[in-house]
């Protein structure tokens, strides 16, 4: 399954959202990540002209976007329900997850299913209500000096995680970026001409080498040259021992 | 190390924003993640009552806020610099991470020394020259139909991210890999004395450069010079330079 379908499987829920503004920037957010089912619950004000505005020509995700009148409605169809909470609800007995393993599993889910995130109220969250409905919390970490995470910012750090778990899951696969490097022997004969001219120049005494040519090995060796690369730094030396 | 130190050793760099409103975004994406350091190089307008508005009562980062002429002057003191990237630089040399990885390299370097994440414009991202400063890329996955993500909104992610790896990296206790390396400034100096060493040499024809910099600031910007290596390249090259 692609990260697309997988994708197309999540369903983002905002509930009593009072700034028109923060859901167009929420919707913006669920696009740059490919994320596109918003439902929308007793929003304050929409549609509206700020809502578009803010969405910056998400304004598909917009249009499609579901209106009802509550929660229940907005979880017909889903088989998992994450709830986003900005308190670490350890004293709860729901099982709060970080972002990261949550979009495992919402990721997993959506292969078989529906999947709903809860985002609540600007200033007060989801209700007691509203979080029994939830089969996990999700916390993401912020700084607790300062943990004013904006409503569309909150959207797209669970978004971005749900694409990067997606991703994953899709290209374990992935043909690791296999960038040619020089042979060893062309870097042998690249360390004999470098001591070479570093005993011409005077640099190098042979008598008292101090590891020097160990240390360039070192810092050589760590780079992985490419040969075009290793092209250049012969080239250079070259110049440098013609040099009048 | 607490995950608060790490973070205080994250520099975030906006080049020439246009949207005063979007350096008071990032500003609060950056201080909900517990970062604090923010350089400005030549934003268009700063200080703005936008930036103020949009930051959410993280005006103590704007207050801080350090505004210079240029990138580099962005980069003093810093060790590892990182530039983000809207496209797939895949034609180029740069190693492109995602997000997660990258954090993690980030994580582990602020316990020597200082990094700097570059964000270019909002329209057209980092120059060639700016691309040039980076030992690494990073690239934040995102819909390939609609990869419109908001600066705020990749500094949001960054920084969540950042977030994740030192408190990860915190309960690792990993000491592994604390070798002190070369600070950018004194990288700068040695692609400079490098740059004059080849065009004595007449190795380089500064009417005709070919990238021959640019490529050997990949090279060695992917190796991370320490500090000692740095004193025998630059050693060398006074030597070759000497040469009759």
């Known amino acids: ?8 499987n999540i369903r983002i829920v905002l509930i009593q959202t009072s700034h028109p503004g923060n859901i167009g920037s929420a919707a913006r957010a669920m696009k740059t990540m490919g994320l596109s089912e ?22 598909d995700i917009l249009e499609n976007a579901t209106v009802v009148d509550s929660v229940q409605d907005a979880l017909a169809g889903c088989h ?6 900005a308190r670490h609800e350890r004293t709860l ?31 007060s969250g989801l209700t ?3 979080l029994a409905l ?5 916390h993401i970490p912020t700084n607790p000096d300062y943990s004013s995470l904006n409503l569309a910012s909150a959207v797209q750090i ?3 995680e749900c694409r990067v778990a997606s991703e994953t899951g899709d ?3 992935k043909a690791d970026e296999t960038e040619e490097v020089a042979t060893a022997d062309a870097m042998e004969g690249y360390y004999k001409h470098l001591e070479t001219a570093m005993i011409e120049s005077k640099f190098l005494d042979p008598e008292t080498p101090k590891h020097l040519m160990t240390r360039l090995r070192r810092l050589y060796g760590r780079v992985k040259v490419t040969p075009s690369e290793l092209n250049i730094l012969r080239g250079m030396l070259v110049a440098f021992q013609k040099k009048k």
């Open 158 to 160: 669970l978004s971005y």
């Open 128 to 130: 007691n209500d509203e």
């Open 134 to 138: 939830c089969h996990y919390l999700v």
């Open 38 to 59: 918003l439902y929308l619950v007793k929003p304050k004000s929409f549609p509206d002209e700020q809502a578009v505005t803010m969405s910056s020509n998400a304004t």
């Open 93 to 123: 007995a729901w099982e709060v997850l970080e972002p990261r393993e949550c979009s495992q599993k919402i990721t997993k889910q959506t292969k078989t299913g529906g999947v709903a995130i809860l985002f609540g109220r600007e200033n």
């Open 1 to 8: 399954m692609s990260a697309r379908n997988t994708l197309a």
């Open 171 to 173: 290209s374990q696969t």
């Open 80 to 85: 998992l329900v994450v709830g986003t909470s």
